[in-house]
Nanobody, 124 residues
């Protein structure tokens, strides 16, 4: 089985910084893309940032220039450095491991896995 666990959430004042960490563990061969998504109360879950196995990154417009995603592929971890935080950045942040390859019998299967989420609260 595959497990995805986030850490690093908390409460901070506007303008402050937080760093989120995520680690994927279990029986798999590789992970294609790892990313962070945010869900605010009453809203849908939205993409914040992703990083592919190639190192290519993608950011949502409102966080570009303030957030940085980086990955340690050898350790199956992904981090999100969040600077200049704003109240609208508040929500539950979820880590997603996409295209997780698992070798089963004579085949390779690909699935996506989500973590349980970590709360980020930014006060004005």
């Amino acid at each position: 089985q595959v497990r995805v666990v986030e850490s690093g959430g908390g409460s901070v004042q506007a303008g402050g910084s937080l760093r989120l960490s995520c680690v994927a563990s279990g029986d798999f061969v590789s992970i294609n893309t790892m990313g962070w998504y945010r869900q605010a109360p009453g809203d849908q879950r939205v993409l914040i940032a992703t990083i592919a196995s190639s190192g290519s990154t993608d950011y949502a417009g409102p966080v570009r220039g303030r957030f940085t995603i980086y990955r340690d592929a050898a350790k199956n971890t992904v981090n999100l450095q969040m600077n200049s935080l704003k109240p609208e950045d508040s929500g539950i942040y979820y880590c997603k491991a996409e295209g997780v390859a698992r070798a089963i019998l004579d085949g390779t299967f690909y699935d996506d896995y989500w973590g349980q989420g970590t709360q980020v609260s930014v006060s004005a």
